[in-house]
């Protein structure tokens, strides 16, 4: 048992507000979240103030939230990737916690800003699952990605070798500007992982912060991830911890592997770079939508690694294949320019490219067993690539269907993809059980997080 009297920032404090979340069964939409902080700040309007930043390019007005004031600076930013909307949760409760306590919020001694969606015109385009984000079909039925390069997160300018990108979007723009308004000690753009375990990005190490980071995620109940990391080039902090890798670093990892380190459809860097400018610590704790039992079993399989990612990286290059090909064939007929067929018409294509870059480290892999973890996380990339990419392409045409638009070729198309994901989903269903995390769980080890990292802005 937690000391409930323990002093504000302690280790125990924070894990027992960590806690306290609240039972939560579904996801604000975009209407339902502003409207939830325009409560919060008419019921406290001494203590919370907003301006308008910024305009996305469908006219939705992006607001800046001002909660309380103190020495120091923090930024907390959602609806980065809309598909990623757990924070919409974590930032109505940090807000409500901020306004409810006044001990805690003194004691913070922090003017935190609050971004409450950075792309609502992408979230939007999500909000078919949000009432009930338990049912995994219907949300790999209502996902939607945006295009790298319209992508908030990663639209940042960046030149660096062959690479050099500086088509900020109006929401890149927008959140350029709080940014340089806030200059945050802090920062924390706050992120979802599909499935696993949770893990965490930091800007640069703070081996104070990990034990924290690890004892959170536990006591909420949900795993750590200890599988394969999202990238080979990122640096290993502690379990599941890693280091902001730069867009240098992954660039420089790709092209000494032999792959196109800026291939068609890259985009430009990411907000986390551009807070580097102001000395800042940034945080990204990743939490998992869906579970996964195996998420953080180290225990040895008897498949050999190196075979484990050739398996992998041959599932990916025809995943690629099959969704491009498609592609190519429909794409002189369409008639609707969506998003969603943007983006899969981006992101297939890196299904190849991921696959191959697992081929080349299966080449450079040695004899060692691969762990129950790793297996269910390559399982877990396979899932993603296939549902995620085949999903948008399958809304996306049939749309023009549902529009009364599609040419015969479209509508052979629709069907065919629909049959192929159809498929897929059946594949991914069969391979086990994901079942859904608790929100309040997973909302309770992000706003732990935000807290653990504040805490560490007293240390040098």
């Given amino acids: 048992?937690?000391?409930?009297?323990?002093?504000?920032?302690?280790?125990?404090?924070?894990?027992?507000?960590?806690?306290?979340?609240?039972?939560?069964?579904?996801i604000p939409t975009v209407d339902e979240l502003n409207a939830g902080l325009e409560r919060l700040r008419s019921e406290h309007p001494d203590l919370i103030s907003s301006e308008r930043i910024g305009t996305s390019r469908l006219g939705e007005p992006i607001w800046l939230h001002h909660v309380g004031t103190g020495r120091r600076s923090a930024l907390i930013v959602g609806g980065v990737h809309p598909n990623e909307p757990i924070g919409s949760l974590t930032i109505l409760h940090l807000v409500e916690q901020l306004a409810s306590d006044e001990?805690?919020?003194?004691?913070?001694?922090?003017?935190?800003?609050?971004?409450?969606?950075?792309?609502?015109?992408?979230?939007?385009?999500?909000?078919?699952?949000?009432?009930?984000p338990s049912d995994r079909s219907l949300y790999t039925r209502e996902f939607f990605r945006p295009a790298p390069d319209e992508q908030v997160e990663w639209t940042f300018p960046f030149a660096y070798k062959d690479a050099y990108f500086d088509a900020m979007m109006p929401e890149t723009v927008a959140l350029a500007r709080a940014i340089d308004l806030t200059a945050p000690d802090l920062y924390v753009p706050l992120h979802n992982s599909e499935g696993g375990g949770a893990y965490f990005y930091l800007s640069h190490a703070?081996?104070?912060?990990?034990?924290?980071?690890?004892?959170?995620?536990?006591?909420?109940?949900?795993?750590?991830?200890?599988?394969?990391?999202?990238?080979?080039?990122?640096t290993v902090l502690a379990d599941a911890i890693y280091e902001m890798s730069t867009l240098q670093d992954a660039y420089d990892w790709s092209e000494e592997a032999g792959l196109d380190p800026y291939p068609p459809g890259s985009a430009g860097d990411a907000s986390t770079s551009y807070t580097r400018r102001y000395g800042t610590l940034s945080l990204i704790a990743?939490?998992?939508?869906?579970?996964?039992?195996?998420?953080?079993?180290?225990?040895?399989?008897?498949?050999?690694?190196?075979?484990?990612?050739?398996?992998?990286?041959?599932?990916?290059?025809?995943?690629?294949?099959?969704?491009?090909?498609?592609?190519?064939?429909?794409?002189?007929?369409?008639r609707m320019d969506t998003p969603l067929l943007r983006a899969a018409r981006v992101f297939s294509p890196m299904a190849t490219g991921a696959g191959k870059a697992d081929l080349l480290r299966a080449e450079k892999e040695d004899?060692?067993?691969?762990?129950?973890?790793?297996?269910?996380s390559l399982d877990g990339v396979v899932n993603l690539h296939r549902l995620r990419w085949g999903?948008?392409?399958?809304?996306?045409?049939?749309?023009?269907?549902?529009?009364?638009?599609?040419?015969?070729?479209?509508?052979?198309?629709?069907?065919e993809i629909q049959t192929i994901f159809d498929g897929w989903l059946a594949e991914a269903r069969a391979g086990g059980d994901t079942p859904?995390?608790?929100?309040?769980?997973?909302?309770?080890?992000?706003?732990?997080?935000?807290?653990?990292?504040?805490?560490?802005l007293e240390r040098p």
């Avoid at 004899?367 to 269910?376: I, K, Q, Y």
């Avoid at 996306?396 to 052979?412: D, I, N, W």
């Fill in 103 to 132: 001990a805690f919020r003194a004691g913070c001694d922090t003017a935190w800003h609050i971004v409450p969606c950075a792309d609502p015109d992408g979230m939007r385009l999500n909000e078919g699952w949000f009432a009930d």
């Fill in 1 to 26: 048992m937690h000391d409930p009297q323990a002093a504000l920032g302690t280790a125990e404090d924070i894990l027992r507000r960590a806690g306290a979340v609240p039972q939560l069964t579904s």
């Fill in 436 to 456: 859904p995390l608790p929100l309040a769980q997973v909302v309770g080890v992000q706003y732990g997080a935000i807290l653990a990292a504040h805490a560490q």
């Fill in 206 to 234: 703070v081996p104070a912060l990990y034990p924290l980071l690890h004892e959170i995620t536990t006591s909420c109940g949900v795993p750590l991830h200890t599988g394969e990391a999202e990238g080979a080039h990122f």
């Fill in 286 to 334: 990743e939490l998992p939508q869906f579970g996964d039992p195996a998420a953080d079993d180290a225990s040895l399989t008897e498949t050999v690694h190196r075979d484990a990612l050739r398996r992998c990286g041959e599932r990916l290059v025809e995943t690629g294949r099959i969704l491009t090909e498609l592609i190519a064939a429909v794409d002189p007929h369409v």
């Fill in 367 to 376: 004899g060692r067993l691969a762990t129950v973890a790793e297996l269910s």
């Fill in 391 to 415: 999903g948008m392409l399958r809304r996306a045409l049939t749309a023009e269907v549902a529009a009364g638009v599609a040419a015969p070729e479209v509508r052979r198309a629709a069907a």
